[in-house]
Structure formats: C-alpha cells, structure tokens
C-alpha cells in the first residue's frame, strides 16, 4: 500500500485542523471542568465538530493517510461519543433511580420467569417433603451427612427443638443455616449465570435447592415442630428464599431470550435480556445482604416463634410491595 503524497497529507490536514483543534478544547472543558462550562454556542457547536471529525476518520482511512492521524482521529472521536452519547448521570442519581423503580421494573419485566421458577421451587420443596415422609432412606440421599449432622428422621424431639430455640453457639442447627446462607448465595450467582444454557441448569439449580429444604421440613414436620421451624427459616428465608427465585427467574429470562428470541436476532435479544437480568441480580445481592443480617442477628436474639413470624410477614409484605409499586407510575 503506497504512502499518501505528502502535499494531500497537508492540504487534508489544513483545512480541518481547526475544527479539530476546536471539538477537542471542548471536550477538555468537559472532561477536566464541566459541561456546565459550555456556552449555548458551544452545545449547538459540539455535535456538529464530532460529525465533521467522523467525516474526517472516514476520508483517512478510506485514502490511507498517515496512521498517526488516524489514531489521533480515533482517539478524538471515541471522547467525543462517550460526551455526546454517554451517561452523565450523576452517581447518587443513577442510585436513586435504581431504588426509585429501574429494580422493581426490572423485576416486573420477568414476571413470567417469576411465577415459573416461583412454581418449580415450591414444587420441588413439596416433593423432598413427600419422599422423606413416606420413605425415611431418601434423606440421607438428599442431604450430605456432614450438613445434616444428625438432624435425620432418627432425631429425637428434644434435640431437634434444641436447635430451634437453643443457644447459638450449641445449636448444631446453626451449621446448617451458615450453610443454607453460603449456599443459597451460590445457587442464586450460578442460576443466573448459567441461564444462557436455555435456562436447563437454573431449573436443576432451583429443584434442588427446593429438594433439600423440603427434606429438612419432613425431618421436623414428623416431630410436630413445622411451626417452629418455619419461623426459625423464614425469619430471614422470606428475603433469602425470595432473592434465589428472582436469581432463577433471571437466568430463565436469559434462557428464554436465547432459545426463542422472537423476530430480533439471538444476540440482540440475549443481551436484552441480560440487561434486564443484570438489573434484578444487583438488587438479589442486595437482598442476600439484608438476608445475612437477619440470620446473624435477628434469628439468633429473637426466640419467639410470635416474633419471629412478625418479623417473615413484614419483610415478605416489603418485598411483595415494593417490587409491585415502586415505579408504576414511571412504567405508566
């Protein structure tokens, strides 16, 4: 490929150095100032320099002019995008908005995910529930025996209440719920991730979860200690439990976008899913937060089965009702 003559290099250059000269003394305002800074002048003028500069890059590579050039205009044009185009959004404002209605909308836009991963956790819970009560020999095929550590179908009453309502730092049951935190945090991370698989390993992911928390269920149910063991769980479970159905629900949008993507193409609609999905999953992390406060504080000082469904009711009804409507009024 031949050099550019030199006297096109300089005639090409001279009549548009200014302009360049200009749009990047602006965009240095912008970037070490303010955008404030800019006159109404300046504003009408910017989007006008960034067209001729692409207009200039174009020529330059189309007539291979002088590579050093066509990095600077690169460079030029690529600073002048993200000030035109980008978001200048203030940081506490872009907080704002995501607590305000972009997460509750996000969580609205996978409602259908929502109710069918909501459907298969219930249903798998009900499933190791019904296997355990009607033959004991799958608990032990269910749940590893390192975190079942003897709260089996063979327990007695007293040991299992114990661990309901115990001391903390005797209660063998407290090596499940750091367990069931740890995990769960896990199934959530990975049931989003790997949704782009057309969603088959979130719907495993969520099945056992459901399956071995339904076991445990059968274990105390047998010994008349359902209550107080849903209380112990949903203390802090209405949010933990609630963050891995919207963990699920994302991946399964993402599954969906890439297994039926409808008239966009796949990648398109894979990343609007993702997108969205990405939104929820924040808030879900958010969720497992709240959710590791309520299991190191309040399920440990808080003994009372009355307190302790007060406390699920409440954070459940915050959930439902904020997911429900916040940001209604943007989406209307």
């Known amino acids: ?45 910017l989007p006008r320099l960034y067209r001729a500069t692409l207009s200039a890059l174009s020529i330059a590579r189309e007539t291979s002019l002088d590579a050093s050039m066509i990095a600077y205009l690169e460079s030029l044009s690529t600073r002048a995008y993200f000030i035109l185009y980008g978001c200048r959004e203030p940081l ?31 249903g798998s ?26 709260r089996d179908m063979q327990a007695s009453v007293a040991t299992l209440r114990e661990s309901l309502y115990g001391k903390s730092d005797s209660s063998g049951l407290e090596v ?25 390993p ?13 076991a445990f269920y059968a274990v105390f149910a047998s010994k008349g200690l359902a209550y107080g063991f849903t209380g112990w769980l949903m203390i802090h479970g209405t949010t933990e439990l609630s963050a891995i159905v919207l963990a699920g629900a994302a991946g399964l949008h993402i599954g969906r976008a890439v297994a039926f993507p409808g008239t966009r193409s796949r990648l398109a609609a ?44 409440v954070m459940f009804a915050l959930w439902v009702g904020y997911f429900a409507l916040a940001g209604r009024r943007a989406d209307g």
């Not at 999953?281 to 009372?304: H, K, N, Y």
Request: proline residues 2%.
């Open 1 to 45: 490929m031949s050099a550019a003559p030199a006297f096109g290099l300089i005639r090409f250059r001279a009549e548009r150095e200014a302009d360049w000269a200009r749009l990047e003394a602006l965009l240095d305002t912008v970037e070490k100032k303010s955008a404030r800074r800019l006159s109404s002048a300046d504003l009408i003028e």
């Open 202 to 214: 979130t719907f495993f992911l969520i099945a056992q979860n459901g399956i071995m928390l339904g």
């Open 270 to 313: 894979a990343g609007a899913a993702g997108r969205r999905g990405a939104l929820v999953m924040i808030g879900v992390v958010l969720m497992l937060l709240v959710a590791g406060l309520l299991e190191g504080f309040a399920r440990q000082l808080v003994t009372a089965d009355s307190a302790r469904y007060a406390i699920a009711l």
């Open 176 to 200: 499940f719920a750091t367990y069931l935190f740890t995990h769960n945090a896990q199934i959530a991370i990975m049931a989003f991730a790997l949704g782009f698989a057309f969603g088959i």
């Open 92 to 122: 506490w404002r872009q907080i704002a908005g995501f607590f305000a209605g972009g997460w509750s909308a996000a969580v609205r836009g996978i409602g259908p995910e929502l109710l069918l991963i909501t459907a298969l956790f219930v």
């Open 125 to 150: 819970g009900v499933a190791g529930y019904l296997l355990v009560i009607g033959d004991p020999g799958w608990f032990n095929a269910i749940v590893p025996g390192e975190l079942a550590g003897g």
